[in-house]
């Protein structure tokens, strides 16, 4: 098994994409990239941890690649959006693709770059790849949060994610 972690705002609405795909072990909600171990939610959205809000994403390469999963990714967010996603704003709500090894790099740089040059977009893509960090898993209330509260996941998606994704990238 291997670990792919993303950030692309809201982690309520980075789970559901990846969550029922054959490959896929499990799907972490939780923080990184920020300088406070063990963050809580409370404090992450104070904007003064340096967290974002990511999903670790373990699964089995024999199943699906990493390169699939990163473009997975990219159907889930606005890579042209560097201060957050939709309507969550803010550091914590940034796009990251984080990498755990030289081969993630490669393939999300390669990728990252056909993307660029694919002229979906008319901005730049500003999504950024970063070395992973430690991973804290959030509270229990936020894992699966899809299943445990359908009517406010759905508002989610509303806020402008869902509307995103049908224009730019022809999904239902």
């Not at 990239?33 to 809000?53: A, D, K, L, M, W």
């Amino acid at each position: 098994m291997e670990t792919a972690i993303f950030a692309g705002g809201c982690f309520w609405c980075m789970v559901k994409p990846f969550d029922t795909i054959p490959g896929i072990e499990k799907v972490v909600s939780g923080y990184t990239g920020g300088h406070v171990p063990n963050p809580t939610y409370e404090q992450v959205c104070s904007h003064t941890t340096g967290h974002t809000e990511a999903v670790k994403i373990t699964f089995d390469p024999d199943k699906i690649s990493y390169k699939q999963l990163v473009e997975i990714y990219w159907h889930q967010t606005d890579p042209t959006d560097a201060s957050g996603q939709f309507q969550d704003r803010g550091d914590s709500y940034r796009p990251v693709i984080f990498v755990n090894s030289p081969e993630q790099r490669a393939v999300a740089e390669q990728s990252k770059e056909d993307l660029q040059n694919s002229g979906m977009f008319d901005q730049p893509i500003v999504t950024q790849i970063e070395d992973a960090q430690p991973f804290y898993p959030a509270e229990d209330y936020h894992q699966d949060f899809y299943k445990k509260d359908p009517l406010r996941y759905v508002m989610e998606e509303a806020g402008g994610r869902e509307a995103f994704k049908k224009r730019h990238w022809n999904e239902k």
